[in-house]
T-cell receptor, first 111, second 116 residues
Framework: QKEVEQDPGPLSVPEGAIVSLNCTYSNSAFQYFMWYRQYSRKGPELLMYTYSSGNKEDGRFTAQVDKSSKYISLFIRDSQPSDSATYLCAMSTGGGNKLTFGTGTQLKVEL | GAVVSQHPSWVICKSGTSVKIECRSLDFQATTMFWYRQFPKQSLMLMATSNEGSKATYEQGVEKDKFLINHASLTLSTLTVTSAHPEDSSFYIC????????????FGPGTRLTVT
């Protein structure tokens, strides 16, 4: 079993839709949770960062962490074609420690 | 701010030769840099953690004699793939942790290596 599981997709949604992306994990020592966006043939770009459980909102993006269920989510409101990319969840046991990534979910937002 | 560059962005080499990839933090100092590889449609796999002025720490299964890492300064780390083989063809990405940040890693744009 992988430490971090993420549905690879692809996920196709119409413009304006609310997108829900999720990851589950098995290591209860994970404390830091991140979401990265990666465009094709580019390096990942940090979107959201959350420490421990709870919600965090930044513009159209909301990250949720439920440590009791070992489940994290990223919601994208009013999705745009420019949001089309691969979204990777990542987590670590301590700030600055190595990151363990999910496989990434490929998202396509269509006009 | 927080820009990480990699050079080259794309390289083709012949089997048996060595290739060096550079990772630079352009506007911040990084005591720690990480090297990842990514196969098509797969996630990033950490290869090694490199700290300035000390030996790199390699993940299990990564050959340290094949993937040589040097972190000579607070802004530069290099990865040398020695005696490259076609199975080493992959997308190599580095990240750097800002001295001022306890958690955030900034990623480079990646280097695509093709070994023929």
């Amino acid at each position: 079993q992988k430490e971090v599981e993420q549905d690879p997709g692809p996920l196709s949604v119409p413009e304006g839709a609310i997108v829900s992306l999720n990851c589950t994990y098995s290591n209860s020592a994970f404390q830091y949770f991140m979401w990265y966006r990666q465009y094709s043939r580019k390096g990942p770009e940090l979107l959201m960062y959350t420490y421990s459980s709870g919600n965090k909102e930044d513009g159209r993006f909301t990250a949720q962490v439920d440590k009791s269920s070992k489940y994290i989510s990223l919601f994208i409101r009013d999705s745009q074609p420019s949001d089309s990319a691969t979204y990777l969840c990542a987590m670590s046991t301590g700030g600055g420690n190595k990151l363990t990534f999910g496989t990434g979910t490929q998202l396509k937002v269509e006009l | 701010g927080a820009v990480v560059s990699q050079h080259p962005s794309w390289v083709i080499c012949k089997s048996g030769t060595s290739v060096k990839i550079e990772c630079r933090s352009l506007d911040f100092q990084a005591t720690t840099m990480f090297w990842y590889r990514q196969f098509p449609k797969q996630s990033l796999m950490l290869m090694a953690t490199s700290n300035e002025g000390s030996k790199a720490t390699y993940e299990q299964g990564v050959e340290k004699d094949k993937f040589l890492i040097n972190h000579a300064s607070l802004t530069l780390s290099t990865l040398t793939v020695t005696s490259a083989h076609p199975e080493d063809s992959s997308f190599y990405i580095c990240s750097a942790r800002d001295l001022r940040s306890s958690y955030e890693q900034y990623f480079g744009p990646g280097t695509r290596l093709t070994v023929t």
